[in-house]
T-cell receptor
Framework: DSGVTQTPKHLITATGQRVTLRCSPR?????VYWYQQSLDQGLQFLIQ???????AKGNILERFSAQQFPDLHSELNLSSLELGDSALYFC?????????????FGQGTRLTVV | GENVEQHPSTLSVQEGDSAVIKCTYS??????FPWYKQELGKRPQLIID?????GEKKDQRIAVTLNKTAKHFSLHITETQPEDSAVYFC???????FGAGTRLTVKP
């Protein structure tokens, strides 16, 4: 167990809908990262938050947004869902905002858009 | 952002052979280079990492080498076993971007 908790584990929804994925980082970690992994693909970096503030942005679509709350948990909001958004979404956390320490991954949320 | 190239995309070896996966990066400011292993349907997990002040690091059958001048680093797995079969990802952690991954298959 990495200490990073993601909910829900599985999510099935229809095209055009909106969903929210939740991530609780390890105790004491200030950074949260979100990744998208499509079937047999790599880890596409979406966005990083550090202590409530956006720190870095990757290949995140305009239909997607995220935030980190004062208790440091993070949510990834996906709207106007398309079939191609079906993927495994991981969050990871690390202690600092500098990318020079191990990042611990949650178990992921598998999103299926039908 | 950092650009990380990883090769090969797939690698098949016989049990007991060695496997080598290579990554190159573009930003000379990168100073932390982790390797993650992802088994099917599971989360990526760190297997070894190296910092820019070290040229090589070893942990049992796994080693990582770093050449900062050439901006490349490599993962070496010796005496491979079937349980080493997985997808391996490298990263030059300036901004948490990973390489595309290498699917390693170890044939018994």
């Amino acid at each position: 167990d990495s200490g990073v908790t993601q909910t829900p584990k599985h999510l099935i929804t229809a095209t055009g809908q909106r969903v929210t994925l939740r991530c609780s980082p390890r105790s004491g970690d200030l950074s949260v990262y979100w990744y998208q992994q499509s079937l047999d693909q790599g880890l596409q970096f979406l966005i990083q938050y550090y202590n409530g503030e956006e720190r870095a942005k990757g290949n995140i679509l305009e239909r997607f947004s995220a935030q980190q709350f004062p208790d440091l948990h993070s949510e990834l909001n996906l709207s106007s869902l398309e079939l191609g958004d079906s993927a495994l979404y991981f969050c990871a956390s690390s202690p600092s905002g500098q990318s020079n320490t191990e990042a611990f991954f949650g178990q992921g949320t598998r999103l299926t858009v039908v | 952002g950092e650009n990380v190239e990883q090769h090969p995309s797939t690698l098949s070896v016989q049990e007991g052979d060695s496997a080598v996966i290579k990554c190159t990066y573009s930003d000379s400011a990168s100073n932390y280079f982790p390797w993650y292993k992802q088994e099917l349907g599971k989360r990526p997990q760190l297997i070894i990492d190296i910092r820019s002040n070290v040229g090589e690091k070893k942990d049992q059958r796994i080693a990582v080498t770093l050449n900062k001048t050439a901006k490349h680093f490599s993962l070496h797995i010796t005496e491979t076993q079937p349980e080493d079969s997985a997808v391996y990802f490298c990263a030059a952690f300036l901004d948490m971007r990973f390489g595309a991954g290498t699917r390693l298959t170890v044939k018994p």
